[in-house]
């Protein structure tokens, strides 16, 4: 989406943190998410942040969010090899509209 | 366990066919998408559906239709298949803003 810009590939190693980033124009975005997309299969949604907290942690994976950038991102930490996908950011534009506006979705790979 | 069907995972068609996909959910959402996705253009919303018989059109509904008859079913047509419309389809709904529930996606090729 022209909306949601991210880079579109990520080439990690096994055990390292990866960062996925993600710019997105919409100043009055409530909510923002990450969605993976395994190898055939449709999209699931990893995990969202409402747009009054900076950061959200669960498990290994923790979302930061910059409301001033509109800049958000998502760090892996301990990567595993079940952990290449694709991942697409998305806002939500306004706060009574459930169309989601989608990035082009980074390519991440484990390499052992 | 709650899902998003589609009722095909790869389906092979001739230009100028009519082709129908089918998505159903069993979460009772309101709100049901479609989706088509290319490699480096991510996610584009071709209609979107806020209730029975309703639509509305998304960023690309040129070339398709749709169909709610049904809350569990919503259908994505397109009226005479060209080889621009080999991708991708994927369905989704959700009730809240808490995020979409995707189907696993139909590959259709047209040849």
């Known amino acids: 989406g022209e909306d949601v810009e991210q880079s579109l590939f990520l080439s990690v190693r096994e055990g390292d943190s990866s960062v996925i980033n993600c710019t997105y124009t919409?100043?009055?975005?409530?909510?923002l998410y990450w969605y993976k997309q395994e190898p055939g299969a449709g999209l699931q949604l990893l995990t969202y942040i409402f747009s009054n907290m900076d950061m959200k942690q669960d498990q290994r994976l923790t979302v930061l969010l910059n409301k001033k950038d509109k800049h958000l991102s998502l760090r892996i930490a301990d990567t595993q090899t079940g952990d290449s996908a694709i991942y697409f950011c998305a806002e939500s534009p306004r706060s009574n509209d459930y169309k989601l506006s989608f990035g082009a979705g980074t390519t991440v790979t484990v390499r052992a | 366990d709650v899902k998003v069907t589609q009722s095909s995972r790869y389906l092979v068609k001739r230009t100028g066919e009519k082709v129908f996909l089918e998505c159903v959910q069993d979460m009772d959402h309101e709100n049901m998408f479609w989706y088509r996705q290319d490699p480096g253009l991510g996610l584009r919303l071709i209609y979107f559906s806020y209730d029975v018989k309703m639509k509305e059109k998304g960023d690309i509904p040129e070339g398709y239709s749709v169909s709610r008859e049904k809350k569990e079913r919503f259908s994505l047509i397109l009226e005479s298949a060209s080889t621009n419309q080999t991708s991708m389809y994927l369905c989704?709904?959700?009730?809240?803003?808490?995020?979409?529930?995707f189907g696993s996606g139909t590959r259709l090729t047209v040849v």
């Open positions: 919409d100043s009055s975005s409530t909510y």
């Open positions: 989704a709904s959700t009730q809240t803003s808490g995020g979409y529930t």
